[in-house]
């Protein structure tokens, strides 16, 4: 199935892929999709399909008319879409995306006291398997997310941690990035943690230290004035 986007009227309609009863921000809840390569990475949450189609919307920042391409339902799945070879923009805005990211996350690390960086919020409400509740422990998540989940699930190895975060995060940015570049296009692998390919770890990628991030500055500015 390939991504459809065309004019109706004046407004683009962009194809989404929707999971349902999926583990994201929350238990059985919904995440909407968009695989154009200006929206790579881009995905709406909720607590159903149109709560998740409204959030994407909103992360889109634009007027645009989303047209439901694709459903699964269950946790890591694969849409058929994901199923394709990756293209080299799909790989290309990966990486950029990549690289822009990570500095941002150091550097609000830097900027936060080891009071900030260990202060949990008793408000704030996670998944249930989810235990990264500061923000040391979502930058420690952020570099597990990579080596030691979503590149593991395709068969690409299990890199250990280091012991220091900064550390942490620089080499888990280099690993992944050489990976990036060099792993097959049409990788499909299915197992205890469901069905990874090459383009669901890409747009993985491209949206997990994004969300992240944004969470994160939500955490210190709350941290900072509590």
């Known amino acids: 199935m390939v991504p459809l986007k065309e004019e109706r009227?004046?407004?683009?309609?962009?194809?989404?892929?929707?999971?349902?009863?999926?583990?994201?921000?929350?238990?059985?809840?919904?995440?909407a999709w968009a695989f154009d390569p200006e929206f790579w990475g881009s995905c709406g949450q909720g607590d159903d399909?149109?709560?998740a189609l409204l959030d994407l919307q909103r992360t889109l920042g634009r007027d645009a008319q989303l047209a439901v391409a694709e459903r699964v339902h269950g946790d890591e799945r694969a849409f058929a879409r994901d199923r394709l070879p990756c293209t080299q923009d799909e790989r290309r805005v990966t990486l950029a995306i990549l690289d822009a990211i990570r500095p941002q996350t150091i550097a609000l690390l830097r900027a936060c006291s080891d009071a900030e960086l260990d202060w949990d919020d008793p408000e704030r409400v996670l998944p249930s398997y989810a235990g990264w509740r500061t923000l040391r422990q979502m930058a420690w998540h952020v570099a597990d997310t990579e080596g030691r989940y979503y590149l593991p699930s395709l068969g690409l190895g299990y890199r250990?941690?280091?012991?220091?975060?900064?550390?942490?995060?620089?080499?888990?940015?280099?690993?992944?990035?050489?990976?990036?570049?060099?792993?097959?296009?049409?990788?499909?692998?299915?197992?205890?943690?469901?069905?990874?390919?090459?383009?669901?770890?890409?747009?993985?990628?491209?949206?997990?230290?994004?969300?992240e991030l944004a969470v994160m500055r939500g955490m210190l500015a709350k941290a900072r004035v509590r």
């Open 9 to 31: 009227g004046t407004l683009p309609i962009v194809s989404v892929y929707v999971e349902n009863d999926a583990g994201m921000a929350a238990d059985h809840s919904s995440a």
């Open 49 to 51: 399909e149109a709560s």
């Open 160 to 211: 250990e941690r280091v012991p220091g975060l900064m550390d942490e995060l620089r080499l888990s940015r280099d690993h992944t990035r050489q990976l990036v570049e060099t792993m097959p296009s049409d990788l499909v692998t299915e197992g205890e943690r469901g069905v990874w390919t090459t383009v669901k770890v890409l747009r993985r990628l491209a949206w997990h230290e994004r969300g």
